[in-house]
């Protein structure tokens, strides 16, 4: 499957990832946009069924189009550890660390996961294209670093009976994997290996097979899944997910640093609510460490905020206001109706200081019913972390339902 | 005796644009041309049969929106199709391509450099904010650094802020930028050779400068900075040929009430006790009027057309310090069919974009060399389109025109004047170099016509065909426009404008500099003005 | 214990070039504790006396002493620390191929078949150099202005600019200032003058160290640099050589309380918890302290010296981007008597001779060095030391030249035969001014900007630890982020000739790292 760069390339501008033709037997709607050079689906039958087999079951996601990279070398560990504000000393082998990783200004360029494979080397995992932001990381550090995109065939594999139906699969002791560990498993055409890591505030895994092992592993989940209602899902359902469990996306929540061309437009890990993921005192330098001790000091500028919004008017691009018709303190990056929470829900950003846990904040809300233009005025309370964060995404072992 | 407000100098362009502003806010206009066609070099020509040719000027991306809308061009025949793609040539037998779609754009890189794939986004990103920065500057004139005027202060005052704004990382990036060869720059992004000579190419375009010349990545922006429909960085064809910028533009002057004269070359502005009173034409006819507008270069305007007395020794000296040497050619070519790019795979669209030979710095550089000692380029760097490719207006049905762009040609060859003999030389010498990428274009050729800077010079008065009315050097630019104390449009008597891209922000078929020149004489006379501001992009 | 205590030191400087004794001399007579550690036998960077032949002497990298710091040479009074003068004030004179040569001095010219109006241009110009020099020669003195974090001396060099600017120098000139800035050399001189010997030698004092030819926009700031800095463009010899100056230096240094320690490379800078801690010299040794400064350039200090994980990724992108890429090599030749210039008497010889006859053929020169090739045609600065100072040669002479260009990155390499190659095409250029050089020539040898790097430490070649060019000045020199020698790591310091106001043997960029320590510590 990898792609041979002819000079006529140009002719097919699409990849397609090696689940393609299974995703396809399940796809009613030809409902696919471009994720990278791949074509991902948005939907394959119903945005909220195919969220309710997150929430109720267990459901297939392709993220073979994740940017991945390899990094080995001797100076792994430190090349990780200068590049990532968290202390990747504490990430032992067989740990995955979700982080974010920053300019020299402290702003944040992507997040993502990183996996310590080996003692010297990871495998990192992000939304963007990152092969720039390596390589003037790895000036001076005797490590390798190569895009492995294309090598890897992945999906997210979420929902409450993901570790049973694994468990199905004869994956000796799945069950004592804890979040973010990452493991190897044996499996036809050599190991495979799976993450108990997610995008859905939920319970579940992420397998990484070799392209050749696809297919194969798609039919031996849903032979052991026959019983549990899995399905495959699209991009639009975990969207939902996601924002139900308040994780922030790159390229809509945050615009990347390094692509980033207005002044001002780019958040810091602090402003995404991310702080927890900077270690100020891990007492090695990383990439915006200057910056962020100076922000500490003097304050961010923007709060993150999830926002419980009233009525049920999607927020989506709305502003928003200290009070109705008030002064314009920030705006909403993400919304959507939260199916499980049964809330309305709104991620966002205010400027400090506004937005403190427990604050009403206003919205003013555009919404169109049959073709006619409404507009409402929402008043959001800042909720005190995701609307929705249940025991099971970190229970271990996990309940089989 | 008829006396009007204003005589513009030369309907090139800005003078035009100029022309329509003023007409438009009600003076009473002539513009007046001295060869009998107007657009100066922004006209389409019927030089052999029936292809229409863009002479000179030969794409447009830097026309100010803001003109094109105000000045309502589209009702007058303006049409700017945008184009899609290039390529650069290799001398391996392949080519890099250009394309829109940033995925397939991404591919392309990683096919010839796999190291540089994402370094593209970090190079497109940082252009992306020059361009921002840069692109108010435009439509606004340059403050006077040395003036303690309320006007001259408060536009300092915007500027430091704007650099201020930028932050510290980016300010500094942008002295960076500003002061570097494109060469240099491009070292920061890219190890492809190839990448680089594709990116770097218009940095030189209509300079004495050579790639690894500082200040150089300061005329890449140059080209980077125009938008078609908003799409910053591409270009578009006028529906025509650039005539039709011109065209329209004389449209918009004749509606306004405008008058234009063609065949009306001027021997002097005349002046009396400090004040213009008006033109003489060669003809020796005297025209009055209060206001002249020159948009003749600064060479020409101080050094050709005003007494030296009324100008002054100080702008003399200045005009004839003033920096506008001829570093490129042209050719425009008939064909019969469209020749095939043998690195091109069958069904490429790239050949509808411009295209590039000169694969690497080194060569480049050369080419350079060889102008410095008064020689055309052995190798230059060419920028080839085929706008009949995506223009059906231009070439009788199946034919094709191809405008080469060819850097660098010097404006006399070893110190001789050109003549019939050289040009053929050169055209010949510039042809085999196609040739070596397209084995059918010879026997395609119909007719070819070659301009030097001098014939250029001669026939639309650039001087020695500094396709920039003066040259993009960091000399030269804002308050430095052409030369220090009269970059604000004014002359140095009473009633006296200058229009061209002599001044800032330069040359390219933009149209600012005629724009900024017409609100300069609103303001002096009062008259709340036409000109549009910058429409800003946050 | 008490080793301990005598391996702590309140600043460690690593590099016993000028800056580094000038540096180390400054914090001393604060009173600090502090030691130069200089991996050499002795100290001197790029300005040192070496043995040719025969027991013959010569400043073996930098020849003249034309930017000495006067502030610097005051506060440590090198006169009294043995610097003396041979020669002061040399005028210039600009071979010409005819021996119709040309005599330059501070604000006259004549020969070389000037006219009476180039000459008188040449007064008025040289007389508006002088004045822009003197009007921006106190930016030398001063850190660049940080405008993001104006302090109150910033605030006042910022105002002293402006002032200096709109009113020392008046309108027309500060607008003449503003345009000029930016330009090449080249134009700058065919603007003024017709004589093509005169725009020759003066083109080529804007090229010399750089790696830019006349058309090169940009190197009139090196032109007017060569004369802000320091001496107001004098050309000096010192007694005994350039190694003299250092000398004094170190002399200086250690009588201020400073300690010096020769033979002592430094293997690595110590980082701990985000912060300096001191060295560990290849021996073995460790030395604390809490300040380290290095006199090295940038790119080996952090890539090398310190280790890029002890800095963030663009810091460190942006330092490997620094240009620094010497083309000039230097000449020795040792002479049994000396050669007959034609045209030129025997007391002209003692003048720094010049080879430029025009800016083209200075270009010519120039484009060889882009492709990695030596000049066919090297232009050339000439001085034979030995006839103002006998100290360098009891009998007989020395000839110390630098020639232009000679690239670092050779094709094909420095290799023996590439040195002998170019060593011939340079005595043969001396010749074609001096055609019985060859009869007294005891012994010759090039220095290439290879061996530069290798003898002195000049990575690249290049004297000015980073090429001085308008995107390598004032506050982007050597990186935006270490301009006011901090570098981003707690207790790191440059003081050379990298950072701001650049190389030639200065002493400034030494003398104002010491007051941003002090000033540092002070806040």
């Known amino acids: 499957m990898t792609f041979e760069l002819k000079p006529d390339h140009w002719r097919s501008a699409v990849k397609y990832s090696p689940f393609y033709n299974k995703i396809k037997e399940h796809d009613y709607l030809n409902k696919w946009h471009r994720w990278a050079e791949y074509t991902t689906a948005d939907m394959l039958e119903d945005a909220t069924v195919e969220y309710f087999a997150i929430r109720n079951s267990a459901s297939i996601f392709d993220i073979t189009p994740m940017s991945k990279y390899c990094i080995k070398g001797p100076d792994a560990l430190d090349f990780m550890n200068r590049m990532l504000p968290r202390d990747m000393t504490k990430i032992k082998v067989g740990r995955v660390a979700y982080t974010v990783w920053c300019d020299d200004e402290g702003m944040v360029i992507d997040d993502g996961t990183v996996f310590r494979i080996k003692e010297d080397e990871y495998l990192l995992c992000a939304q963007e294209r990152q092969m720039e932001v390596l390589r003037r990381n790895a000036i001076g550090f005797d490590v390798e670093y190569s895009e492995v995109t294309d090598d890897i065939a992945a999906i997210s594999f979420q929902g409450p009976c993901t570790c049973k139906i694994l468990k199905n699969m004869n994956l000796k002791d799945i069950e004592t994997m804890k979040m973010f560990d990452v493991r190897f498993f044996d499996f036809p055409g050599g190991e495979i290996m799976i993450s108990r890591t997610g995008y859905t505030g939920d319970l579940g895994y992420e397998i990484w097979v070799n392209n050749d092992q696809a297919e194969p592993l798609w039919d031996a989940l849903f032979i052991a899944g026959k019983d549990y209602a899995m399905r495959p899902i699209g991009g639009d359902a975990l969207q939902i997910a996601r924002i139900e469990a308040g994780l922030i996306a790159a390229k809509v929540d945050f615009s990347p640093a390094n692509e980033t061309v207005r002044p001002g437009h780019a958040k810091s890990p602090y402003e995404l609510d991310l702080g927890w993921l900077v270690k100020l005192d891990k007492g090695a330098v990383f990439n915006g460490r200057r910056a962020l001790i100076k922000e500490q000091k003097n304050g961010s500028r923007y709060r993150f905020v999830r926002l419980d919004v009233e009525g049920n008017k999607p927020a989506e691009n709305a502003y928003l206001f200290d009070k109705e018709n008030g002064k314009n303190i920030g705006y909403v990056s993400s919304a959507a109706w939260a199916p499980t929470a049964k809330k309305n829900i709104a991620l966002g950003f205010v400027d400090m200081p506004y937005g403190e846990v427990g604050d009403t904040v206003w919205a003013e809300i555009y919404y169109k019913k049959e073709l006619k233009w409404n507009r409402r005025w929402a008043k959001c309370t800042v909720m005190d972390g995701p609307a929705w964060n249940p025991p099971r995404k970190t229970l271990t072992p996990p309940a089989d339902f | 005796m008829k006396k009007y407000d204003v005589i513009v100098i030369g309907s090139g362009h800005n003078g035009l644009t100029s022309a329509a502003f003023l007409a438009k806010a009600g003076l009473d206009v002539l513009v007046v041309e001295k060869n009998e066609y107007i657009g100066g070099a922004t006209v389409s020509r019927n030089l052999h049969e029936d292809w229409k040719y863009s002479n000179c000027s030969y794409v447009c991306s830097l026309f100010r929106p803001e003109i094109y809308r105000h000045l309502n061009l589209a009702k007058h025949g303006l049409q700017v199709v945008t184009y899609n793609g290039g390529f650069t040539l290799t ?11 940033h995925e397939v754009m991404r591919r392309e890189i990683k096919r010839h450099s796999p190291i540089d794939v994402d370094a593209y986004d970090r190079y497109y990103t940082d252009m992306a904010k020059w361009c921002r920065f840069i692109r108010p500057m435009l439509l606004r004139t340059p403050p006077d650094p040395t003036s303690f005027k309320f006007r001259d202060l408060d536009e300092l005052r915007w500027l430091a802020r704007k650099f201020y704004d930028l932050g510290p990382r980016d300010l500094h990036d942008f002295m960076r930028f500003f002061t570097v060869s494109v060469g240099d720059f491009m070292d920061q992004y890219f190890e492809s050779d190839l990448i680089k000579a594709h990116k770097a190419g218009s940095a030189v375009v209509g300079t004495n400068l050579g790639p690894y010349s500082p200040g150089t990545a300061y005329v890449l922006l140059h080209h980077y900075m125009g938008d078609v429909d908003g799409a910053v960085g591409a270009w578009g064809f006028a529906r025509g040929g650039m005539g039709a910028v011109s065209g329209a533009l004389a449209g918009a002057v004749r509606e306004f009430g405008g008058e234009i004269r063609t065949n009306a070359g001027v021997d002097q502005i005349m002046v009396k006790n400090g004040k213009v009173t008006g033109v003489r034409l060669q003809s020796g006819e005297e025209i009055f009027a209060d206001r002249v507008v020159s948009n003749v270069d600064a060479k020409k305007t101080f050094l050709d057309m005003m007494d030296p007395k009324d100008a002054g020794e100080k702008v003399i000296k200045a005009a004839k310090r003033y920096k506008s040497r001829g570093s490129s050619g042209k050719l425009n070519i008939a064909l019969s069919g469209v020749p095939t790019f043998t690195a091109l795979p069958k069904g490429s669209e790239l050949i509808k974009g411009d295209f590039h030979i000169v694969d690497n710095m080194e060569a480049y550089e050369r080419a350079y060399d060889e102008w410095k000692e008064g020689m055309w380029s052995t190798s230059p760097y060419l920028d080839i389109l085929i706008p009949t490719l995506t223009d059906p207006t231009m070439a009788p049905p199946g034919k094709h025109f191809m405008s080469v762009f060819v850097q660098y040609c010097p404006a006399k060859v070893k110190g001789q004047d050109w003549n019939d003999d050289l040009l053929k030389q050169f055209g010949d010498s510039v042809i085999n170099n196609i040739a070596k990428y397209s084995p059918d274009i010879k026997d395609l050729i119909e007719h070819v016509e070659v301009r030097s800077g001098a014939v250029i010079d001669r026939e639309i008065g650039l001087t020695e065909g500094n396709i920039f009315q003066g040259e993009l050097s960091l000399n030269q630019l804002m308050f430095n426009r052409p030369f220090p104390g009269y970059a604000q449009y004014r002359g140095p008597v009473n009633g006296m404008y200058m229009s061209g891209s002599s001044n800032h922000p330069g040359g390219g078929v933009m149209g600012a500099p005629g724009a900024n020149s017409a609100r300069e004489i609103l303001i002096d006379m009062n008259i709340s003005t036409t000109v549009p501001e910058d429409e800003g992009d946050d | 214990m008490t080793d301990r205590m005598n391996n702590t030191y309140d600043a460690i400087i690593v590099g016993g070039g000028h800056n580094g004794l000038v540096c180390g001399a400054y914090l001393a007579k604060a009173g600090k504790k502090v030691i130069v550690l200089e991996a050499n036998k002795h100290v001197g960077g790029g300005a040192v006396t070496s043995e040719l032949s025969y027991g013959k002497k010569i400043s073996s990298c930098a020849h003249f002493l034309n930017q000495l710091n006067q502030k610097v040479a005051k506060d440590m009074d090198l006169a009294a620390h043995g610097l003396k003068l041979a020669a002061s004030d040399l005028s210039t004179i600009a071979l010409a191929a005819d021996g119709n040569h040309m005599h330059l001095s501070r604000n006259d010219v004549s020969g070389g078949g000037v006219s009476s109006d180039d000459a008188e241009k040449y007064k008025k110009f040289m007389s508006l150099m002088h004045e822009y020099a003197s009007t921006l020669g106190f930016l030398i003195d001063i850190p660049p202005i940080d405008i993001f974090n104006l302090d109150w001396d910033d605030k006042v060099a910022a105002m002293k600019l402006g002032w200096k600017l709109r009113f020392g120098l008046g309108a027309e000139k500060m607008s003449e200032f503003l345009r000029l800035i930016s330009m090449n050399i080249r134009d700058v001189l065919d603007d003024e003058f017709d004589n093509e010997l005169l725009k020759g030698a003066l083109s080529f004092d804007a090229v010399l160290g750089t790696h830019t030819g006349p058309y090169s926009p940009g190197n009139f700031l090196n032109f007017l640099y060569r004369i802000a800095a320091g001496n107001n463009g004098a050309v000096d010899v010192p007694v005994g050589g350039m190694g003299a100056v250092t000398s004094a230096m170190k002399n200086s240094s250690i009588a201020s309380g400073a300690e010096i320690r020769t033979d002592a490379p430094v293997q690595k800078i110590n980082v701990e918890k985000c912060a300096v801690t001191g060295v560990t010299l290849q021996n073995g040794e460790v030395l604390n302290a809490a300040i380290v400064i290095s006199n090295v350039n940038l790119k080996t200090t952090v890539l090398e010296l310190v280790s890029t994980k002890h800095f963030e990724a663009d810091f460190v992108k942006r330092t490997t981007e620094i240009r620094m890429r010497g083309a000039a090599a230097k000449l020795h030749i040792a002479l049994g008597d000396l050669p007959e210039f034609a045209g030129l008497e025997q007391s002209d010889l003692k003048n720094r001779l010049v080879i430029a006859p025009n800016q083209q053929e200075v270009e010519r020169a120039f484009n060889h060095a882009k492709y990695g090739e030596t000049s066919e045609r090297p232009m050339m600065e000439i001085s034979i030391p030995s006839l103002v100072d006998g100290s360098l040669a009891e009998n007989g002479h020395v000839l110390s030249a630098i020639v232009q260009y000679a690239p670092y990155n050779l094709k094909g390499g420095w290799t023996d035969a590439a040195k002998a190659a170019f060593l011939e095409t340079c005595i043969n250029r001396i010749g074609e001014y001096a055609p019985d050089i060859r009869k007294h020539i005891e012994h010759a040898e090039i220095i290439t900007p290879k061996d530069m790097e290798d003898q002195f430490g000049l990575v690249g070649g290049n004297w000015h630890h980073g090429e001085l060019t308008l995107d390598q000045m004032l506050m982007l020199r050597p990186v935006p982020e270490a301009s006011r020698y901090a570098l981003p790591l707690d207790g790191m310091y440059i003081c050379g000739a990298g950072a701001h106001p650049g190389g030639g043997i200065m002493g400034a960029a030494g003398r104002n790292a010491a007051q941003a320590i002090l000033k540092g510590e002070a806040s």
């Open chain 2, 91 to 101: 001398d391996s037998g392949d080519y890099l391509g250009s394309y829109r779609d």
